[in-house]
């Protein structure tokens, strides 16, 4: 009787911690995706990133439903500071670490770049399947 008791105490135990891990738990996306119909339009997080050195942007260009907002995240070590490449937007300072404030983008959608780091540039889309607008001026490839 001992023995099963304790072998149910184990299979219990398993239960539940399989089940507190399973489905329905919160996963960090891989990539944004553009909100659906209906309801609040969805923040689209681009990432900040450094691999071997090269610093980017991830997604890049960005998609995001044309009412939506962007906002970027800094995974990198140095801060960041995000603008239009028109002025349309400026996400303030981005410290490592940090998420910017959330910033609408035209309806067109539109080029930006690192003020800090001028070599990293990018766009958003203003909805998906439309490519953003083509880069012109100083912060393009």
Do not use: E, K
């Not at 907002?69 to 801060?79: E, K």
């Not at 959608?109 to 399947?129: E, K, L, T, V, W």
């Amino acid at each position: 009787m001992r023995r099963s008791a304790s072998c149910g105490g184990v299979a219990l135990a398993i239960a539940l911690a399989t089940g507190a891990c399973g489905g329905g738990g919160y996963s960090t996306p891989t990539s944004p995706t553009p909100s659906g119909g209906g309801g609040a339009a969805a923040t689209v997080t681009v990432n900040i990133t450094a691999t071997a050195g090269a610093q980017s942007f991830n997604p890049n260009p960005a998609v995001m439903a044309t009412s939506g907002t962007v906002a970027w995240m800094n995974r990198d070590g140095a801060t960041h500071r995000i603008v239009a490449n028109d002025g349309s937007f400026d996400s303030g300072d981005i410290a490592p670490g940090a998420t910017s404030r959330a910033v609408t983008a035209p309806a067109v959608g539109a080029n930006y770049h690192c003020s800090i780091h001028p070599n990293m540039i990018g766009a958003i889309g203003a909805a998906q399947g439309q490519p953003p607008p083509p880069c012109t001026g100083t912060y393009c490839d």
